[in-house]
């Protein structure tokens, strides 16, 4: 599962990592702004929550659970020369009591140039809401009662880690209207791991509101979890350490950074991170033969959708829409040096603000680093004269980290010297473990064992998925771009051996319902985003393909409620023409939405997408079904897909690597 990191215990020690781990932002770095693309300085922050109050629109009871980068319109972006002025402005998200508004403040003129109020929606979460739920829950009189039948007792709440959960949107009449938490707790009285002792069958279901326990639910007692279930140093035999294997960069990097623009061999790209999706890349350009070409204008995570598949009452509503409810940006944590990122890395702050809008800097938020993992880019034997010849795969890797709850998301966009451009996430962390009475999973009291598979003796691991929607707005060669879909058909063959082959039947969607895709191996498809009007030497329109390496389908019906709330994930791939506000897959507003906002929304006006700006949106999607080596902690696993030069340059671009490389 996934959401907000954090516990009642140690709160003023570790305060969800997030928010108060580094204290006030640090002025040099704070007041840099070189780019127009760079992200707003604590400075700017300040000045945006100044201009508000000042103006009348916020006080001091006013919330913000984000506030970002409100870009310049993308043609003066893509004007502006080094040295030139430009405008600065802010996006915020105003909670006032339980009324939500959007502001945009221009910086430069210091003026509110937008605040609306935003009808019948629920702002992203807060964390003074989400441990005030913590608050509220333990001190309920029939919570206490139902965990006294557990063996817990007031004295014992110290070591009782709540987590109030989003409640999402099913329809249910006592919930309508209400800013819900669903909060489950679990004990760590006995294992640094507290995953592994759910406090199972009781759920409090909070109005944050209203401050109160609107519903106690209580599915009857089952026993505590025994086994071990550590994973710390202190709590798990280690093995003897290996010889050292070190990372060096003898004569120093083969990358640059000017401000927040990375240079690495041809590529060039502008890098900055965002509370809501966490890192963003503008501006990403390859030069070729000596000349600067445009790939692609932005690319970011969109949405995270995480649900779980089981219908108990204490487990259904667990569906989470991560980035919207939470913020992956805001939940990075502190990179480790030498074992998140090698050695040889540059580390990258962020700052983000706080509930009040209050500046703090994220150190080590990202890491850029080169990477040499001893493969070939390209090799070849000559047999002729008996010789080989190879280079170096090597890449450059952009990364964050973001923590949501049990889950360590590792997100990275690598950069390859044959002009590919990989995007990788990786899934670590703990696994989100039901409680049951079964010992074996073959034992007569099987209870509750078919909504996921069982990792240790009453420890089940709940069947899930995970889904990321990818939003990339390209532009290849420059803005006016059109989708191509080059599908492979098998076609019958006459006057020849063989009896059939396939060949290439390529056609060019016009509307967005046109360009909604899924894979399908059975009849599989090239997705490519070309530019008709720029050529390859052999006249071919340069084009960046979309590959999948893996992937999944959602498969919940169509009127289930989490499904209509993540309708992105009915396709692997959807294209949009370009609209600045069009950010977030499943809506501005995913917290209790009630579904249908986001690409299903956009996509029914049936735009043209053909020679003009389109955004694609890649949905990588994988199942879980958790075995016994993902407890207690899960290996990184790995999942990916690459945008690819397709017909963009006249020859293999590696065959410019030195081979003393």
């Known amino acids: 599962m996934s959401w907000m990191r954090g516990w009642q215990s140690g709160f003023v020690a570790i305060c969800l990592s997030v928010f108060c781990l580094i204290g006030i932002a640090n002025p040099a770095f704070a007041d840099t702004v070189q780019h127009p693309m760079d992200a707003l300085t604590a400075a700017e922050y300040e000045t945006t929550l100044n201009i508000l109050k000042e103006q009348g629109f916020v006080d001091e009871t006013s919330r913000y659970p984000f506030i970002r980068l409100q870009p310049p319109a993308k043609e003066t972006v893509l004007a502006w020369q080094p040295g030139q002025p430009f405008d600065r402005a802010a996006f915020a998200m105003v909670k006032q009591g339980p009324e939500v508004y959007e502001a945009e403040v221009n910086l430069t003129q210091q003026q509110v140039t937008r605040w609306e109020a935003i009808a019948d929606v629920q702002a992203g979460i807060l964390l003074e809401e989400w441990t005030h739920a913590q608050e509220i829950t333990q001190a309920d009189t029939q919570w206490q009662a139902a965990v006294k039948k557990r063996g817990i007792t007031a004295v014992d709440y110290e070591k009782v880690v709540c987590a109030p959960l989003s409640a999402g949107y099913y329809g249910l009449p006592e919930e309508a209207g209400r800013r819900l938490f669903k909060v489950n707790c679990y004990d760590q009285r006995d294992t640094e791991n507290f995953w592994g002792r759910p406090i199972e069958g009781v759920t409090a279901v909070v109005d944050i509101d209203a401050e109160e326990v609107i519903k106690l639910i209580d599915t009857g007692v089952v026993p505590m ?116 990122c090698p050695s040889t890395a540059v580390y990258l702050d962020a700052v983000f603000t706080d509930d009040r809008g209050q ?259 890649y949905t990588l999607g994988l199942h879980h079904v958790v075995r016994a080596e993902d407890w207690p902690v899960l290996p990184t696993e790995w999942h990916e897909f690459e945008v690819r030069p397709f017909d963009f340059f006249d020859r293999n671009p590696a065959l410019e690597i030195s081979s003393r490389a």
């Open 225 to 340: 979890p025994t086994s071990p279930a550590g994973y710390t140093e202190a709590e798990v035999t280690q093995n003897p350490a290996p010889k050292p294997l070190d990372w060096v960069e003898a004569k120093g990097h083969d990358y640059s950074l000017d401000g927040q623009v990375v240079n690495w061999n041809n590529w060039q790209f502008h890098v900055r991170m965002d509370s809501r999706v966490g890192l963003v890349l503008s501006l990403v350009k390859y030069q070729d033969q000596g000349n600067w070409r445009s790939v692609m204008y932005e690319g970011s995570l969109s949405e995270l959708f995480v649900p779980y598949q089981s219908t108990d009452p204490n487990w259904y509503f667990r569906t989470y829409m991560d980035a919207g409810e939470y913020g992956a940006g805001k939940l990075t944590v502190p990179l480790e040096h030498d074992r998140d």
């Open 359 to 617: 500046p703090y800097v994220q150190e080590d938020a990202a890491c850029i680093f080169e990477r040499y993992a001893g493969d070939p880019v390209w090799r070849h034997y000559n047999f002729a004269n008996d010789q080989s010849t190879s280079r170096r795969d090597r890449e450059l890797v952009v990364r964050f980290i973001t923590v949501i709850g049990n889950y360590d998301y590792v997100f990275d966009w690598s950069f390859g010297e044959n002009g590919t451009l990989k995007v990788k996430v990786g899934a670590s962390g703990m696994e989100e473990v039901q409680a049951v009475p079964a010992m074996r999973f073959d034992t007569e009291d099987g209870t509750g064992v078919g909504f996921g598979r069982m990792v240790a003796p009453q420890t089940m691991a709940t069947n899930h998925d995970h889904f990321f929607s990818f939003r990339l707005d390209m532009d290849v060669d420059g803005a006016k771009n059109s989708f191509v879909c080059d599908d492979l058909k098998t076609i019958a063959v006459k006057e020849s051996p063989r009896t059939s082959l396939w060949a290439i039947a390529s056609h060019m969607p016009k509307t967005e319902l046109d360009a909604k895709m899924t894979l399908n191996l059975r009849e599989p498809s090239l997705w490519r985003v070309i530019n008709p009007h720029v050529e390859n030497f052999v006249g071919y329109p340069t084009s960046y393909e979309f590959k999948a390496h893996g992937n999944a389908m959602s498969l919940m019906q169509s009127d289930d409620y989490p499904q209509q709330r993540a309708g992105f994930t009915q396709y692997h791939l959807w294209v949009t023409p370009y609209e600045p506000d069009e950010l977030y897959a499943a809506g501005n507003y995913p917290n209790q939405s009630h579904g249908g906002d986001g690409l299903p929304a956009w996509t029914r006006q049936n735009r043209s997408i053909q020679d003009t700006d389109i955004v694609v949106w």
